[in-house]
């Protein structure tokens, strides 16, 4: 008889109605290759952004929540991890013997470190959360050096920034990583958060940067950084 074969992420994520899936984005096929060699280990993983439909665009922070789809697929998908979500908004009411909810406002980086001082250091973090270019750098510079060896650390709607929230004349995330590529050495137009950035250079032993759908024609998407 032949045996079932378990689901891969990107399944999880339509079943479960993430845009992470194949109807949208379809960063689950980049993060199943990526994450399979995880999948039964008891890793720390940390997600930031649980829900589409925050104040980036526009809606209170204190909505009402009802629901956090990669949550669950993450739950699904790594049987033996603890799982920690990090929002503006609450979602402490979503209960789980494997999750621990953070709130953080991703404008302020006490808070953020606040956030990496109260979990074991993670072995993968996703940026899902607001996509404002100082929002993502904030958390990059208070969480990657958190991260374990070995680790990875994923930003992903790297071209898309919500216009209440980013700041005019920030350099973009993705340029900012670029410019890591293409230089060895990160670039910012404030030359405080470029210094802090480069000082980081020596834990970072690769970066990838892809385009929307993984088509090179299109604008960069997503990032993953390995954790020398």
């Known amino acids: ?3 079932t074969k378990a689901e891969n992420l ?5 079943r479960y109605g993430s845009d992470k899936g194949s109807t949208k984005h379809r960063y689950t096929e980049l993060y199943h290759m990526l994450f399979h060699p995880y999948r039964q280990r008891k890793i720390t993983f940390l997600e930031m952004g649980l829900l589409i439909g925050g104040p980036e665009h526009g809606v209170d922070k204190d909505r009402e929540t009802n629901d956090c789809p990669s949550i669950r697929m993450w739950l699904e998908y790594f049987p033996k991890a603890e799982i920690h979500g990090l929002d503006v908004s609450d979602f402490s009411w979503f209960e789980h013997d494997r999750f621990t909810f953070h709130r953080c406002d991703m404008d302020v980086r ?3 470190a606040k956030v990496a001082g109260e ?3 993670p072995d993968i973090i996703i940026d899902d959360a607001s996509h404002a270019s100082h929002h993502q750098q904030n958390a990059f510079l208070e969480l990657f050096p958190k991260l374990v060896s070995g680790g990875l650390y994923i930003i992903e709607d790297l071209r898309w920034q919500p216009k209440p929230y980013e700041k005019p004349g920030i350099t973009k995330t993705a ?3 670029r410019s890591f590529q293409n230089d060895r050495r990160f670039s910012h137009s404030d030359p405080a958060v470029a210094e802090e950035f480069n ?3 020596p834990e970072i032993s690769a970066c990838i940067v892809e385009p929307v759908r993984y088509q090179k024609h ?3 998407q997503v990032a993953v950084i390995h954790k020398r």
């Open 119 to 121: 979990m074991p250091a």
């Open 218 to 220: 299109r604008r960069d």
């Open 10 to 14: 990107t399944d999880l994520a339509d």
């Open 175 to 177: 340029a900012l990583f």
């Open 1 to 3: 008889m032949m045996k």
């Open 199 to 201: 000082a980081l250079i």
């Open 110 to 112: 006490e808070e953020i």
